[in-house]
């Protein structure tokens, strides 16, 4: 069974802050890992992907994925307000057409 | 550059009533598509998806029908709505394993 698991917040950070958020997977063998951000009322986007072990920085976005320990995280770094939203974490295995997502973490940045 | 194009944006349909929701995708061709509904508050549901015409991948026994009747073309059909079967309604598009999903804009379905 594949899984993959979220803290479903909300994490609350002021305005400035780093913002961590962290995604879980169920098994090895995995390929891509996404994330999403989902403003309320609006259709998910793509914002960061990570296939390798290690950083991947992206202006104040950095994913970070370790598969020997299953997760991946994504830093926020200088946390802004408009970046308030849910952050979905999406997994995509070997030999499968779907993606699995988590179900999210609502992150609220405060000024 | 690729676009995906869903509709309607919002819906309201009376219990029982049909349903029918298009999805276009446009600059690519064989993409893989996908249906998904979020309750209100909630995760993603993936309902169906469809790696080729006529393909269709059901994920959850439920109220509703996918078919792709064309290549960048994917529909989503009811013969009778449900109330449990309101919610934000997403289509999807991959194409090669590296790139994510790109999501159109949804349409939010009320059943009264």
């Known amino acids: 069974q594949k899984e993959v698991e979220q803290n479903s917040g909300p994490l609350s950070v002021p305005e400035g802050a780093i913002a961590s958020l962290n995604c879980t997977y169920s098994?090895?063998?995995?390929?891509?890992f996404f994330w999403y951000r989902q403003y309320s009322g609006k259709s998910p986007e793509l914002i960061m992907s990570?296939?390798?072990?290690g950083d991947k920085e992206d202006g104040r976005f950095t994913a970070q994925l370790n598969k020997a320990s299953q997760y991946v995280s994504l830093l926020i770094r200088d946390s802004q307000p408009s970046d308030s939203a849910t952050y979905l974490c999406?997994?995509?295995?070997?030999?499968?057409?779907?993606?699995?997502f988590g179900s999210g973490t609502k992150l609220n940045v405060k000024p | 550059s690729q676009t995906i194009h869903q509709w309607p944006a919002t819906l309201v349909q009376p219990v029982g009533s049909p349903l029918s929701l298009e999805c276009t995708v446009e600059?690519?061709?064989?993409?893989?598509l996908y249906w998904y509904r979020q309750a209100a508050g909630r995760g993603l549901q993936l309902l169906f998806y469809?790696?080729?015409?006529?393909?269709i991948s059901s994920e959850v026994p439920q109220n509703l029908s996918a078919s792709r009747p064309q290549d960048r073309q994917f529909i989503l059909s009811s013969k009778k709505l449900l109330l449990s079967d309101s919610g934000f309604y997403l289509c999807?598009?991959?194409?090669?394993?590296?790139?994510?999903?790109?999501f159109g804009s949804g349409t939010r379905l009320t059943v009264v």
């Open positions: 999807a598009w991959s194409g090669e394993a590296s790139y994510g999903y790109t």
């Open positions: 098994d090895r063998g995995s390929q891509s």
């Open positions: 990570i296939y390798s072990n």
């Open positions: 999406a997994v995509k295995w070997w030999g499968f057409n779907k993606f699995y």
């Open positions: 600059g690519t061709s064989n993409p893989n």
């Open positions: 469809s790696v080729g015409i006529g393909q």
